[in-house]
């Protein structure tokens, strides 16, 4: 083995892959946000579908977009080597699980909530990303822009109650994840000081409630609209 | 004092095991729950029953030798105390008990409530020390060292390597042991010399046990009878990650 596969494959090399694409995926989760906000506007979707337009059809968002599901898959196949091996690593289970209290709850349970986004990405990809890019939306002019009316389609969507509900349970999946993810992270990138980690939790608190929040109000407010 | 105990009973490696029920009374809240186990082992002997093994050296915390994973908590329900030093008046008349070995894949199970902590053993070889030639006793203060980078360096070297954190985390990981390891010497002069084979050899070595990877849960720093902080862990991925980009080692 090369010193660059001994180093990618040991287990804090395999952890340092998780925290940058999992930061990778935190700036991704705040852009993402910034552009849904958009939906809420009362324009009837025009500016949220010039946006989409945008987004799908500039090569240089396309480039870091292709980036971006590289990032998920390589989080996602590093995520099962870890939890594989750290199973392998107690065989045989305590009779009295280890006390509460000495971890948080999402940190132990990192792979479920994971598996939970991953579920959700698969059909959230399926219902609008792949809608954008393969599926037949009819276009819409804008005051001479063409933009094609996925708001039409994420409308369609939140005016039905279950999948309003997903989203939802969705986005409280993602807040636990990043309520231990996001300081883990800096830890993990071996950031870890007196002055500075204090504040890195707390802005991780913050953007773990602040963020899927944000997103979880969208689909609620165009369902009861 | 009056006491059920549940104690995890195997006679070696190769047997299944299983967990055996055994009662003590009249036992002094002023007791050490190792006392309190050679009172129930001189009961076990008194009827001609095999005695519960059980790892002990010191009996004054600084040896790591005792474990004992007591209701859910390595070395029991009080912070930062080991076994040992555990009394009996932390727990109340008519408690049950229950007493499993460390449980890690690294960590077999010898007999009982003893594992093979060898694996620990084996990281140090690899590089948990530093070379020092032989010769006249070095003069007092030759090498200068801070009062915090001593307190820094201390902080790290009071971990007595006796596998709580291992015992704790989900994982079985047993990084907070090998980062205080490595931040022991790494931030400290005599350390240099081998500061990045150190680093390199005794992750290795970790990985190749079968210990665990980190999920900084932070259960090793809440069991630690030492509360070592998991801050070493942090910088032994700043330690690891230079070792590994700038050695000359491919
Ligand atoms: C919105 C998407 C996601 C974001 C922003 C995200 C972010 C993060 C972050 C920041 C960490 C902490 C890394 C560290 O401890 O150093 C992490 C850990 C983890 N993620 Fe994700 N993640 C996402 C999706 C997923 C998915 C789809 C899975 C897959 C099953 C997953 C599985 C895990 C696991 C198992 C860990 C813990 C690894 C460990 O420490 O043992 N994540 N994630
Ligand atoms: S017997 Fe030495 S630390 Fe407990």
Redesign the interface.
């Known amino acids: 083995m ?2 660059l596969t ?2 990618l494959t ?3 090399g ?3 892959i998780m925290a940058a694409t999992g930061i990778f995926l935190i700036l991704f989760l705040a852009v993402h946000l910034t552009g849904n906000l958009q939906l809420l506007k009362d324009d009837n979707g025009e500016s949220f579908n010039i946006y989409a337009e945008f987004m799908s059809t500039n090569p240089l968002i396309q480039f870091v977009s292709k980036g971006n599901f590289f990032f998920i898959l390589l989080h996602v196949v590093v995520s099962v080597f ?1 939890t594989r ?2 199973q ?12 509460s ?4 709850l999402s ?2 349970n ?1 792979g479920i909530l994971g598996t939970v986004i991953l579920v959700f990405l698969i059909i959230h990809l399926k219902g609008f990303w792949y809608e954008m890019h393969y599926g037949e939306i009819p276009y819409k002019n804008y005051d001479g822009h063409e933009a094609r009316d996925l708001y039409a389609v994420v409308d369609a969507a939140y005016s039905q109650w279950y999948w309003v509900l997903i989203y939802v349970v969705s986005m409280l999946a993602v807040a636990f994840h990043l309520s ?1 993810g996001f ?2 992270a800096f ?6 000081h007196v002055k500075y980690s204090p504040a890195i939790k707390l802005l991780g608190i913050a953007f773990s409630i602040l963020v899927p929040a944000g997103f979880a109000v969208i689909p609620i407010v165009m369902f009861f609209n | 004092m009056n006491l059920t105990l549940k104690v995890w009973r195997q006679k070696n490696s190769a047997d299944k095991g299983g967990f055996e029920t055994y009662q003590v009374s009249n036992i002094s809240p002023d007791m050490s729950f190792l006392e309190m186990f050679d009172v129930l082992n001189e009961q076990l002997v008194n009827s001609d029953q095999d005695p519960i093994h059980f790892d002990h050296d010191c009996r004054e915390g600084i040896c790591g030798m005792c474990s004992l994973y007591i209701n859910g908590k390595p070395h029991g329900p009080k912070d930062a105390i080991t076994t040992c030093q555990l009394h009996m008046r932390s727990f109340s008349d008519g408690d049950t008990i229950v007493v499993e070995p460390w449980r890690a894949k690294a960590f077999p199970v010898v007999k009982d409530l003893v594992v093979d902590r060898t694996a620990f053993d084996r990281i140090i070889q690899a590089g948990g020390y530093v070379s020092i030639n032989t010769g006249g006793v070095p003069d007092a203060n030759e090498i200068p060292i801070s009062k915090e980078v001593a307190n820094e360096a201390m902080d790290a070297a009071t971990c007595i390597g006796c596998g709580a954190c291992v015992a704790a985390c989900k994982n079985a990981s047993a990084m907070l042991f090998v980062s205080a390891k490595v931040s022991q010497l790494a931030v400290l002069p005599q350390g240099q010399v081998e500061r990045k084979s150190r680093v390199e050899n005794m992750v290795a070595t970790m990985d190749a046990e079968g210990f665990g990877a980190c999920t900084n849960t932070g259960a090793c720093e809440a069991v630690c009878p030492k509360e070592i902080s998991i801050t070493n862990i942090a910088r032994m991925n700043r330690e690891y990650f230079q070792a590994k980009i700038s050695s000359k080692k491919i």
């Open positions: 090369s010193w001994e180093t040991s287990t804090p395999r952890k340092v870890l091996k750290n392998q690593a107690r065989p045989v289970a305590y009779k009295v699980p280890v006390k209290g000495t971890s948080s940190s132990r990192m231990h300081q883990s830890q993990t990138l071996g950031m870890s």
